[in-house]
């Protein structure tokens, strides 16, 4: 009999590709969806959080829970309105289903959650990061806490837990390379800033391939920081793009300024880096398809 994977935010960049990896290993997925909506080979069940409503029979046929489900960080202002949705996109869902699996009988064997480097701030500068770091201070530090906080509350009802800490994902559909890649495309890309602020980034393949090692592997518990081995300053990233896509750089870098009057305080995303270790998976038999930047982006660009 074929096992379960019940994914909530699955219709979103990472959700939708880990389907398709999903499906090919020879899973069911099932998605938690506020949503009433019909998707290929996926069985939706509805929710809303907000309101505390789920259906009970998307847990007890979860045979492994993958919680993908958040607002975007980078998808509006920062409004203290935005910021509250932020957080509570995050945390509400995961309350609720702690909540109905302390109630009902399941059958789940492990529950990987999404979280990010965020945890340790949004700017660290060359300080080596690994999973053992402190928190930071600032608002995605205070996010990616409350986000473990609720994945919590899932491990205390007795579920083998995985949190992975989600670095700059890279894909051709979505996310942060398409917009880095535009400009350059057209011959008016440049650094941001001083360029000089760490990337640790991700192929968008080998985090759903971590996501699936989390939930096969019964010896994988607890915080694991999902970046590839080479970071990169957002200057070289800027390079490599336009080294891939054979376009010149020659306009100075885009002055901080210039992107605070844009973006307000989210302006802060994209001026600041961090240098993250993936220590922990060093450790286990994890191995990268995409272990550097020329490989990754010449995978994501040239297709």
Same mark, same amino acid.
């Given at each position: ?47 809303? /959080?907000?309101?505390? %409503? ?74 080596h990061l690994d999973e053992t770091h402190r928190s930071g201070l600032d608002f995605l530090a205070h996010v990616t806490r409350q986000w473990e906080t609720a994945s919590e509350l899932v491990q205390n009802v007795g579920i083998r837990t995985v ?48 996501? =699936? ?38 306009? /100075? ?11 307000? %305080? ?26 550097? =930047? ?10």
């Amino acid at each position: 009999m074929k096992q379960n994977v019940l994914i909530t935010g699955g219709t979103g960049l990472i959700g939708t590709r880990l389907t398709e990896m999903l499906l090919e290993k020879g899973y069911e997925v099932s998605y938690l969806s506020r949503r009433n909506e019909t998707i290929p080979n996926v069985k939706v069940y509805q929710w809303n /959080p907000a309101k505390g %409503e789920l259906d009970h029979e998307a847990l007890e046929n979860a045979d492994f829970l993958i919680n993908l489900a958040g607002a975007g960080i980078a998808d509006a202002r920062w409004t203290a309105a935005r910021k509250q949705e932020i957080i509570q996109s995050r945390t509400l869902g995961l309350s609720l289903i702690a909540n109905r699996l302390q109630s009902r009988r399941f059958k789940l064997k492990a529950f990987v959650a999404a979280s990010a480097i965020g945890f340790y701030g949004a700017d660290t500068g060359d300080e080596h990061l690994d999973e053992t770091h402190r928190s930071g201070l600032d608002f995605l530090a205070h996010v990616t806490r409350q986000w473990e906080t609720a994945s919590e509350l899932v491990q205390n009802v007795g579920i083998r837990t995985v949190a992975l800490r989600i670095g700059i994902v890279l894909s051709a559909k979505g996310g942060a390379l398409p917009k880095i890649a535009l400009p350059v495309r057209y011959g008016v890309g440049a650094p941001l800033a001083s360029g000089q602020q760490w990337t640790s980034w991700i192929h968008i393949d080998d985090l759903c391939r971590l996501f =699936i090692a989390g939930i096969e592997n019964p010896d994988w518990s607890g915080t694991y920081n999902a970046v590839a081995p080479t970071p990169v300053t957002n200057a070289a990233l800027t390079r490599h793009i336009a080294d891939v896509l054979k376009r010149p750089l020659w306009l /100075p870098n885009i002055p901080a300024f210039i992107l605070f009057l844009m973006y307000g %305080e989210l302006a802060r995303v994209v001026l600041s880096g961090n240098y993250v270790v993936n220590r922990r998976l060093q450790l286990t038999n994890f191995e990268y398809q995409f272990e550097n =930047i020329d490989n990754a982006l010449e995978h994501l660009l040239m297709v």
